[in-house]
């Protein structure tokens, strides 16, 4: 994949994940996000997905050719209740750490499977932009 400036915008939503985590307080981790979310379940949800593209990465190399796992968007709906119960200052670790980890998988990515990937769901490649939504949404629950 020629076009290298998603590296950049990765980067700079998982210093935003970190920026906010570092900045909130318990009690800011259980401020609502929307009717069914909190500040810590964004948290939770952001790390889910971010590995979920690991996933990804991991079988599309193995397979040599783009593998699309079959994962619907229920899954946020089933996933609620273990996310909610993950405490908040775990939910910003790992959500820190898995977006770190993806990051650095994805700039190391071979170019040829990362464009199949791109090509597929930009979003799998492009993880600002998903980061982006949900922190904007957590930004606007806190006042921010």
């Not at 379940?41 to 971010?50: E, G, R, S, T, Y």
């Amino acid at each position: 994949m020629e076009d290298r400036s998603f590296v950049e915008r990765n980067r700079a939503s998982t210093e935003r994940i970190r920026a906010l985590a570092a900045s909130l307080s318990d009690a800011d981790m259980r401020r609502p996000v929307g009717a069914h979310w909190t500040v810590s379940i964004a948290l939770a949800h952001l790390a889910f997905w971010d590995r979920r593209v690991m996933y990804v990465l991991d079988k599309t190399e193995q397979e040599g050719a783009l593998f699309v796992p079959e994962i619907d968007i229920f899954v946020n709906d089933l996933s609620l209740p273990l996310w909610a119960a993950i405490p908040g200052a775990e939910a910003a670790r790992i959500a820190i750490e898995t977006a770190e980890e993806l990051d650095r998988r994805l700039e190391a990515y071979p170019p040829h499977l990362l464009g199949l990937i791109h090509a597929y769901n930009v979003r799998w490649v492009e993880r600002a932009l998903h980061r982006g939504e949900h922190l904007d949404e957590v930004d606007a629950a806190l006042g921010r």
